[in-house]
């Protein structure tokens, strides 16, 4: 596997902007001669196709959802970042770049990270242009606020949840091509599979989910915008249908996936009520502005009433252990501490799985009514879930798996190992390192979809000219014929075993293992248990019905086989990766203080796994981080 990353020469600031004029152009009209698949339409997929659709380009567009409304970004609440400095505070394109390099624990590309910070500001304009709802100031000018990991302003918000404000932008601009014909929407449609010729992409298989139909679907280039892998852990804030099959479809065709082990853990979560749950409701980051995070000091005052507990007797750790950055410490960081109060003994709540997060001193200070104005939506969701009153009683919340920064392995121009393959957004690896900023995730997949993929495919598309494959040809058929096979092992199986409980039995291995910390022992435990679990499921695995209609169950089944071969994978990657950064934290690595200690003598590169076949173990690559612009650092938020 060759990992070429195609960083343009030049200063920092000149890469962007030297890479867009040296890259090859489409003529408009030979535009309409290229046909382009994209995976999935959230902010990236929904962006991506809009924006390639209005260039001329012929798109079709999948997602398993009923419409693309329905895509997981909908669901993010707090916020999208951009260096506008509105408020003289200090913010820049450059601190941004620093900001999330040094978030991401210095393990993420210098050129993709300030692309993505150069592009920035970009994006706030085309969202407003396109009626995203911000927040406004009295003044009429776009307000923000600060978010984990940064002490500026740079978080732009809309009232009820800005991932849905702006999906519903990128769904507008989506609607309109797909009315001009420039793109064909399949909903209900899941990818299965990927079409290699000749070491080139060339189209997708896909599942009709509400009939089982199969169907090969052929273009010039494919796009995965197809999201995280943060359902391997079942329990996480994803939405249940949320999986990891497009990517990991790619990966067993030759695209390298990289950094499997970066998981991000999000501290503001409504804590688990039971074991029935599927999902986890996540909160906004940007109630942490406001909210103070503490836990009794004494054990004994857990079952207090909080209320009755005096202000002497409180421990806000966050604010104890960061006092420079406090509730703003950023989330890997947050969620440690979380847990560490928790096993100490002194979580609050069922179970003791919560922490508190209190607004009496904000609502003191500012009043109830101003309160109600940043935050009433969100209290209003809390107040539905768990029957409390959070302004007159802290909220409880525990850390859960929220987002994922490894994936698909790209070059500077989003395209993978597997030429023609391009990773957009949460799908890809590069932009974040080994922990994310809050607020980032948003920006990256509208910079991918909108900003990036117009210019980097077009390249290629140059490079390589027309030439659509045939639905009738070889290549066709065989991947055809592995689906259908796929298929069919998994309704013949006739077990006792629904797919849901071989993927709860996944997420505790997971949890336990390779959650908030890990070691050695640990992981390869939970790498001997995942292929127990998995021998279990080919043998007890219970499908009912068929694979030529409709079939909830069969779908479930697909993605958790899929999971049980991720979750390998990336204990794998957290076995081999012998240093604590980010969002992995090793309990071998650690400081007297039980902060991470990276090794960047031997660990400054992004792992990059190459499959060698089922039963066999991936191969080990490495993609040297170098760093020009950033010295390297021991991370601190005190």
């Not at 962007?16 to 902010?43: C, E, M, Q, T, Y």
């Not at 300030?114 to 920035?120: D, N, P, V």
Request: hydrophobic content about 35%.
């Amino acid at each position: 596997m060759k990992l070429d990353s195609k960083i343009p020469e030049g200063p920092i600031a000149e890469k962007w902007d030297n890479h867009r004029f040296s890259s090859k152009l489409v003529n408009p009209a030979n535009k309409r001669k290229f046909n382009i698949i994209v995976v999935g339409s959230g902010l990236a997929g929904g962006a991506a196709a809009a924006t390639l659709g209005e260039l001329g380009y012929n798109v079709d567009c999948f997602c398993y959802q009923d419409t693309p409304r329905r895509a997981h970004s909908i669901a993010a609440q707090g916020g999208i970042n951009a260096a506008k400095n509105y408020q003289n505070d200090g913010d820049s394109i450059h601190r941004l770049f620093y900001d999330t390099v040094k978030g991401g624990d210095f393990r993420s590309r210098e050129a993709n990270v300030h692309r993505l910070a150069q592009i920035s500001v970009n994006i706030i304009d085309q969202c407003v242009a396109q009626g995203a709802p911000f927040a406004r100031e009295y003044g009429g000018l776009l307000a923000n606020r600060p978010f984990g990991g940064a002490q500026v302003s740079r978080t732009f918000y809309a009232k009820g949840q800005t991932g849905q404000q702006l999906l519903l932008g990128a769904y507008s601009s989506l609607s309109r091509q797909i009315a001009a014909g420039q793109v064909k929407m399949h909903t209900r449609h899941e990818m299965l599979d990927l079409i290699v010729v000749e070491g080139h992409a060339k189209g997708i298989i896909t599942r009709n989910l509400a009939n089982g139909e199969h169907k090969a679907w052929t273009a010039d280039a494919v796009l995965l915008c197809t999201g995280g892998y943060g359902n391997a852990y079942y329990l996480s804030t994803n939405a249940v249908g949320c999986n990891v099959t497009a990517a990991f479809r790619a990966y067993r065709h030759g695209a390298g996936f990289a950094n499997p082990c970066y998981t991000q853990i999000h501290p503001t979560c409504i804590p688990v009520s039971g074991d029935h749950q599927s999902k986890l409701t996540l909160m906004s980051e940007s109630l942490r502005n406001d909210g103070r995070v503490w836990v009794p000091l004494d054990k004994d005052n857990c079952d207090k009433n909080p209320n009755d507990i005096e202000e002497e007797l409180r421990d806000y750790f966050l604010e104890r252990k960061y006092p420079s950055f406090g509730n703003l410490a950023p989330r890997d960081i947050s969620s440690r501490s979380a847990k560490e109060a928790c096993d100490d003994g002194r979580g609050v709540g069922p179970g003791g799985r919560g922490v508190y997060l209190d607004f009496g001193d904000a609502i003191s200070r500012l009043g109830e009514s101003a309160i109600r104005e940043r935050y009433g939506n969100l209290f209003q969701m809390y107040e539905r879930i768990t029957g409390e009153n959070a302004y007159n009683r802290p909220m409880r919340i525990y850390p859960a798996i929220h987002y994922t920064m490894g994936g698909l392995w790209v070059d500077y121009n989003l395209m993978t190992t597997v030429p023609g393959c391009f990773a957009l957004g949460e799908a890809n690896f590069s932009d974040h390192g080994a922990n994310r900023l809050g607020a980032s995730a948003l920006m990256q997949g509208l910079s991918d979809g909108y900003f990036v993929i117009p210019y980097t495919i077009g390249d290629y598309l140059a490079s390589t000219g027309a030439g659509v494959l045939s639905p009738d040809s070889p290549e066709v058929k065989e991947s055809l014929d592995k689906v259908r096979g796929r298929i069919d092992q998994l309704t013949s199986i006739k077990g006792k075993r629904s797919a849901r409980s071989y993927h709860k039995k996944l997420g505790q291995i997971m949890w336990e293992y390779a959650g908030m910390a890990r070691n050695e022992k640990g992981l390869n435990n939970a790498i001997g248990e995942i292929q127990d679990l998995r021998d279990d499921f080919n043998k007890e695995l219970m499908v009912p019905g068929s694979g030529d209609r409709l079939n909830v169950e069969l779908e479930r089944a697909g993605r958790v086989k899929d999971f049980l071969d991720f979750g390998e994978l990336l204990c794998r990657d957290a076995l081999e990766r012998r240093e604590s950064c980010g969002g992995h934290f090793r309990e071998e690595f650690q400081t007297a203080e039980g902060e991470a200690t990276r090794d960047d003598e031997n660990f400054a590169h992004a792992a990059v796994w190459e499959y060698q076949g089922q039963g066999k173990i991936p191969k080990r690559h490495k993609e040297e981080l170098l760093f020009d612009n950033v010295k390297l650092a021991v991370r601190s938020y005190k």
